[in-house]
Every structure is written in structure tokens, then in C-alpha cells.
């Protein structure tokens, strides 16, 4: 594919992933009354808003140290401040673009401090991973704690989609089978194609995105990594919850309620749509149907709680952004591996 053809494809994509977010945001408030919304903004206890932003602020940290910890491996001993600067600058891009705050941070790293693109974007890769495997675990013990509510959720969803859920089971088992069958014939697949160049440039990227993701078996501090990643889970449920005391009629909420939010949230900001717009809004909302949390009330929530997120990302990743054009890049960060 040429790059015009890569070009309009990208386009494509932005343009789809605006519109399913616009008709998201669009069903969601479209039994909305703005003088109800009014009303319940006069009545948020803004302190419990300021505290969830604080702890959103924590969890950035602990992401920043924890990334840093991935790629000392590498050879490049960094500051966490300075990850972090990359680590803002990237859900800043993300609120224009989906997914592509990943790249975005490793580019300011390597601008900054010198690490290579493809090995710095291979320990994100491997944070991705862990993140993935930290929100099944959350979504299995969501079933096991709320079992009878999320399978609701979940039915309810694939209902208004009218999707069979034998669909999914098909399009799941085929996934696995068709990556086995690739492991089983790797080494013929890989002879014939080892013939073209785009094959090479591809196999080079996978080598170097490869050496990022083993820095993991090569880490020191282990436990270092494992305590910021619960510590990021932690606040993460935290920041999210301590807004139900924002609205008296949230007020009343479990931590069961609060689990099932996260776990939610978690889905909802999985899918590639710019920072969970719409998504955010239609999954958490539903969810607090569940328990009795009228439409008007769940869907003023997810606002407030996804607003003051964003307005938080925004302010720091633009001054993050602005920094990462001052500061002086460090030439002797780099330092090789034994």
C-alpha cells in the first residue's frame, strides 16, 4: 500500500472512530434536560472532585516510575520527572488521537533523553500487557462479585447491538486457531516471505520491539514494578469512586458498585475512540443503572468524573508539552547493559 493509501485509511479511521463518538454522546443525552444538568452541577461537592484528581495525579507518577523501571534494562537510567513529562505529552495526543500516545511518548523520549523509538515502545507494549492482564483479573472478580449485574450489562449491550454471542465465542476460537497454525508453520511462512524487503524492514521492527518487552526478565526491581502497578490500580478504583460522595445520590454506593465502574471505565477506554468520549459516558451510565441510579444522574456522573479527567490531562500534558521543548536532552543517559 502506497502512502496516499495509508494516509486516506488513517483518515478513515479519525473521521470513524469522531462519529462513533459523536452518535455515543448523541444517544446518551438525548433524553438529557441541560437545566438538570445545571441543577446537578450546583450541587457537586467539589472537594471529593479535587481529591480524585489528586490521586489521578499519583497514579501518573507511579506510571512514570514504573516505566522507568522497564527501561533501565535498556540502559538508560532516567528521572521519573522527566518520564512523566513524556507519559502527559502522550494522553495529551491521545485526546486528539487515539492510540497514538504511545508512539507519541517514546518520540519525546527519545527527543529528551535519546531512547530509541522502537525499544522504548516495546516496554509500552509490555505496560500494556500487565494493564490488560490487571483489568481481566478485575472483570473476572467483577463476575464473581457481581455476577447476576454484569451479565445483565453485558446482555443488555449485545442486545442492542443484535449481536449473537455465539458470534463472539466463533470470532474468538478462530483467533486462537489461526495463531497456532501461524506458530506451527512459522519457520515455511518465514522462508517465503524473508524474500521481500517490507518483510525485513517488519522482522527488524518485531526484533527491536522484542528486546523492549524481555526487558522485563532482565528488571532488578521486580517488586518495584508489581507495587506501582497495584499502586496505579489502586488509584485508579480511588479516583473513580471517591466521586459518588460528589452527588447525594450517588452517595450510597458500595465499593462492589465502585469495582464494577472500573472494570467498566476500564472496557470503555480500551476502544479506540479519542479518550473514551461517548464510550465512557454509555458504559458508565449503563452500568449505574444496575443499581438504581437513574439515567439523568448516571449519565451526569460519567460526566463529571470523565470532564475532570480530561481537563486534568489537558492542563498537564500541554504544560508537559511545553517543557519537553525546554529542558536540555541528556546525552549521557544512555549506558550499556551487561
Known amino acids: 500500500m502506497g502512502k496516499g493509501g495509508k494516509v486516506f485509511f488513517a483518515v478513515i479511521q479519525y473521521v470513524l472512530s469522531i462519529a462513533i463518538a459523536i452518535a455515543l454522546l448523541a444517544y446518551v443525552f438525548q433524553s ?30 507511579a506510571r512514570a516510575y514504573r516505566w522507568n523501571l522497564l527501561i533501565e534494562p535498556l540502559g538508560f537510567k532516567l528521572k521519573t520527572w522527566r518520564t512523566l513529562i513524556a507519559v502527559f505529552v502522550g494522553y ?50 467483577g463476575f464473581i462479585l457481581e455476577f447476576e449485574k454484569l451479565i445483565a450489562f ?28 501461524f506458530l506451527i508453520f512459522f519457520n515455511r511462512i518465514d522462508e517465503f516471505l524473508i524474500k521481500f524487503k517490507l518483510y525485513i524492514k517488519i522482522k527488524g521492527f518485531i526484533r527491536e520491539l ?13 517488586t518495584g514494578f508489581i507495587i506501582s502497578t497495584l499502586i496505579i490500580w489502586v488509584t485508579y478504583f480511588y479516583m473513580g469512586y471517591v466521586i459518588v460522595f460528589a452527588l447525594e445520590e450517588t452517595s450510597s454506593l458500595t465499593h462492589l458498585a465502585g469495582l464494577t465502574m472500573l472494570v467498566g ?34 449519565t451526569f456522573f460519567a460526566t463529571l468524573l470523565h470532564t475532570s479527567q480530561i481537563a486534568t490531562i489537558a492542563v498537564l500534558g500541554a504544560i508537559s508539552l511545553v517543557i519537553s521543548f525546554l529542558i536540555r536532552k541528556r546525552t549521557a543517559a544512555y549506558e550499556q547493559p551487561e
Open 32 to 61: 438529557i434536560e441541560f437545566d438538570e444538568f445545571i441543577e446537578k452541577w450546583e450541587s457537586v461537592n467539589f472537594s471529593w472532585v479535587y481529591l480524585s484528581i489528586v490521586l489521578s495525579f499519583v497514579a501518573f507518577v
Open 92 to 141: 495529551l495526543v491521545n485526546l486528539a488521537v487515539p492510540r497514538a500516545g504511545e508512539l507519541s511518548r517514546c518520540a519525546i523520549l527519545k527527543k529528551n533523553d535519546g531512547v530509541p523509538v522502537t525499544q522504548s515502545f516495546g516496554t509500552v507494549v509490555m505496560e500494556r500487557i500487565f494493564d490488560f492482564l490487571m483489568l481481566l483479573v478485575l472483570l473476572i472478580l
Open 154 to 181: 453485558f446482555q443488555d449491550i449485545l442486545s442492542k447491538l443484535s449481536i449473537d454471542p455465539r458470534i463472539i465465542v466463533f470470532i474468538g476460537v478462530g483467533g486462537i486457531l489461526l495463531g497456532v497454525l
Open 210 to 222: 522484542l528486546t523492549g518487552l524481555m526487558s522485563f526478565s532482565k528488571m532488578q526491581n521486580k
Open 265 to 298: 471505565a476500564g472496557i470503555a477506554l480500551s476502544i479506540p475512540i479519542q479518550a473514551g468520549f461517548g464510550t465512557y459516558h454509555f458504559i458508565v451510565s449503563r452500568l449505574l443503572l444496575l443499581y438504581s441510579i437513574p439515567e439523568a444522574t448516571g
